[in-house]
T-cell receptor, first 111, second 115 residues
Framework: GQSLEQPSEVTAVEGAIVQINCTYQTSGFYGLSWYQQHDGGAPTFLSY????GLEETGRFSSFLSRSDSYGYLLLQELQMKDSASYFC????????????FGKGTTLSVSS | NAGVTQTPKFQVLKTGQSMTLQCAQDMNHNSMYWYRQDPGMGLRLIYYSASEGTTDKGEVPNGYNVSRLNKREFSLRLESAAPSQTSVYFCASSASGTGHPYEQYFGPGTRLTVT
């Protein structure tokens, strides 16, 4: 089967750096995606890693190690608006681009 | 562009009633998806459609049916609602062949309660 594991909650203060880890089990790995969801809102795409290494997009970076079946999302210079749930996802074993999501990590940023 | 739209936003059903959740996208995407989200469970794939005219089961298809009416629209039907189907339902779409193939665009969700 397919599964993704990520911590359920992370807390941090404004201006800090936080790392959200994700380990996955899947066959036919095509890449790791990250999504952000604010309370009551829709998930929005953050990043996608197909190859090993770090991808940087502004304050957010995402890392992948295919040999370890592991990735993480790094959030720098945290702001209150970063308080949200973050989901990692991999391609579902079915055809096409359907995704299987982890259960999500709730990030709480305090002042 | 409206992106992905869903109707209704909220719905309360009694056990055994049926209803159809509507979804439409105006981004000319080939692929569309239905997910449900329950507290602590993340997003679970119900059905997806890789292209117009095709549909496939996801992780939790029991109790649901779908129709890919055309390239824009993908509906989800509950034939006989059960309390276990109380959830938030999200529709999503993605392009294929260009950009990030696993970048999905989500609608605002339908909050369904079955009593």
């Amino acid at each position: 089967g397919q599964s993704l594991e990520q911590p359920s909650e992370v807390t941090a203060v404004e201006g800090a750096i936080v790392q959200i880890n994700c380990t996955y089990q899947t066959s036919g790995f095509y890449g790791l995606s990250w999504y952000q969801q604010h309370d009551g809102g829709a998930p929005t795409f953050l990043s996608y890693n197909a190859l090993d290494g770090l991808e940087e997009t502004g304050r957010f970076s995402s890392f992948l190690s295919r040999s370890d079946s592991y990735g993480y999302l790094l959030l720098q210079e945290l702001q209150m608006k970063d308080s949200a749930s973050y989901f990692c996802a991999v391609k579902a074993n079915q055809a096409g681009t359907a995704l299987i999501f982890g259960k999500g990590t709730t990030l709480s940023v305090s002042s | 562009n409206a992106g992905v739209t869903q109707t209704p936003k909220f719905q309360v059903l009694k056990t055994g009633q049926s209803m159809t959740l509507q979804c439409a996208q105006d981004m000319n995407h080939n692929s569309m998806y239905w997910y449900r989200q329950d507290p602590g469970m993340g997003l679970r794939l119900i059905y997806y459609s890789a292209s117009e005219g095709t549909t496939d089961k996801g992780e939790v298809p029991n109790g649901y049916n779908v129709s890919r009416l055309n390239k824009r629209e993908f509906s989800l039907r509950l034939e006989s609602a059960a309390p276990s189907q109380t959830s938030v339902y999200f529709c999503a779409s993605s392009a294929s062949g260009t950009g990030h193939p696993y970048e999905q665009y989500f609608g605002p969700g339908t909050r369904l309660t079955v009593t």
